[in-house]
Structure formats: structure tokens, C-alpha cells
T-cell receptor
């Protein structure tokens, strides 16, 4: 059973603080993604990664960065948190294109971040 | 531009009534469409994909390329179907490598 684990379920931070959101998957997936989920806006892709030390911008990368030092771990970084980054953050993983990939993304439980 | 449109933010039906959650997409290549569901306090999970042409929990969805639609249907709604539903598009044929484009979601509420 695929397991995607996000280390923090709930965080409260102050404006200007640096925030790390960690995500670990145990299925040896090459692809990992960070989305934010907001009511009325759905899921929007922030960053994704197809391999270690590799990253690609999604649709809303401004104010965020990522780190993929190991295959199983994908971190989302908010260098200086702002109130408009209050949201639910979802991490996901999937195998690379090919036979193993059915198109399905496997999601973590989410990290709800509140920036005061 | 790739886009997924779910016109209804909220859909409320009574138990036993038919349900149709609408999804329209915009994509120039050969799309793959999915429905994801998120039950209260649970993680987002795949419900079904158009390639499989399967029925999951009584739900079906048919890809209509002419109307660029992928509506989710169930003939008799159950209270446990209450959840947030997202339609998603994978543009893998267009060069993407697996990231999904999601609609804004429809909250289904099934009343007793």
C-alpha cells in the first residue's frame, strides 16, 4: 500500500518566518508534487520533481521553493511566510511515465498552514 | 490551454436520487481524465479513471470527446457519497510527465 507521509498536519507560523513542509513516500516513486488546496480554487500545482535534485515550477511557484535531496523526500519551503500562504498543502507521488504509471497520484493527508 | 471546469461548487441531493457531477475539459491532445474524491478528514484518493471504464462504488464516468466532457454519474446516491469531488486531467500525451490539472471541485451533499 502506497504511503505518502507529511510530517506536520497543522502548523501556525508568523509572517516572515521560514517554513519547511516535509513529505516522504515509501514506494520508490520518481515523481513528487506539491499542491495547495483552497476552497473554491481547487488544487493548484506549486512545484514538482521527476528525480533527485531536479525540480520544475508548477502554476503558482512564487513565494515557494523546494528541495529533493533524496528520492523519497520532497520538501516545500516558504522562505518568508505571508498571510496569503495560509492554506492546505498536499504532497503527492507517482511512478514515472511507463508501464508502472496508471496516471494516478498518491496523496498525503495534507498540512494545514496558518500564517498570522 | 489545458483547463478543467467543474461548474457546480455544491450539489445537494436526497438519498436514492440520481447524481451527476459535471466536468468539462480543454486540451488539444489526447487527454486522460480522472475523478478524485476526498471524504471528510481523509486524504484525496482516486475514484476512477476513464481508461479503465470501470464502475467504482456505483459511480461511472464516460469520456465524451465531442463535448469534451467527463461527467460522473451514480443512479442512486447514498449518504456515504457525501464528499468533495475533483475532476482531473493528465496531459501526458502533450509532453507532461504526470502532473494533473484539477478542477475547482464539487462538494456533494446527500441528505437522508
Amino acid at each position: 500500500d502506497v504511503k505518502v507521509t507529511q510530517s506536520s498536519r497543522y502548523l501556525v507560523k508568523r509572517t516572515g518566518e521560514k517554513v519547511f513542509l516535509e513529505c516522504v513516500q515509501d514506494m520508490d516513486h520518481e515523481n513528487m508534487f506539491w499542491y495547495r488546496q483552497d476552497p473554491g480554487l481547487g488544487l493548484r500545482l506549486i512545484y514538482f520533481s521527476y528525480d533527485v535534485k531536479m525540480k520544475e515550477k508548477g502554476d503558482i511557484p512564487e513565494g515557494y521553493s523546494v528541495s529533493r535531496e533524496k528520492k523519497e523526500r520532497f520538501s516545500l519551503i516558504l522562505e518568508s511566510a505571508s498571510t496569503n500562504q495560509t492554506s492546505m498543502y498536499l504532497c503527492a507521488s507517482s511512478p514515472p511515465p511507463g508501464q508502472r504509471n496508471t496516471g494516478e497520484l498518491f496523496f498525503g493527508e495534507g498540512s494545514r498552514l496558518t500564517v498570522l | 490551454a489545458q483547463r478543467v471546469t467543474q461548474p457546480e461548487k455544491l450539489l445537494s441531493v436526497f438519498k436514492g436520487a440520481p447524481v451527476e457531477l459535471k466536468c468539462n475539459y480543454s486540451y488539444s491532445g489526447s487527454p486522460e481524465l480522472f475523478w478524485y474524491v476526498q471524504y471528510s478528514r481523509q486524504r484525496l484518493q482516486l475514484l476512477l479513471r476513464h481508461i479503465s471504464r470501470e464502475s467504482i462504488k456505483g459511480f461511472t464516468a464516460d469520456l465524451n470527446k465531442g463535448e469534451t466532457s467527463f461527467h460522473l454519474k451514480k443512479p442512486f446516491a447514498q449518504e456515504e457519497d457525501s464528499a468533495m469531488y475533483y475532476c482531473a486531467l493528465s496531459g501526458r500525451g502533450g509532453g507532461s510527465q504526470g502532473n494533473l490539472i484539477f478542477g475547482k471541485g464539487t462538494k456533494l451533499s446527500v441528505k437522508p
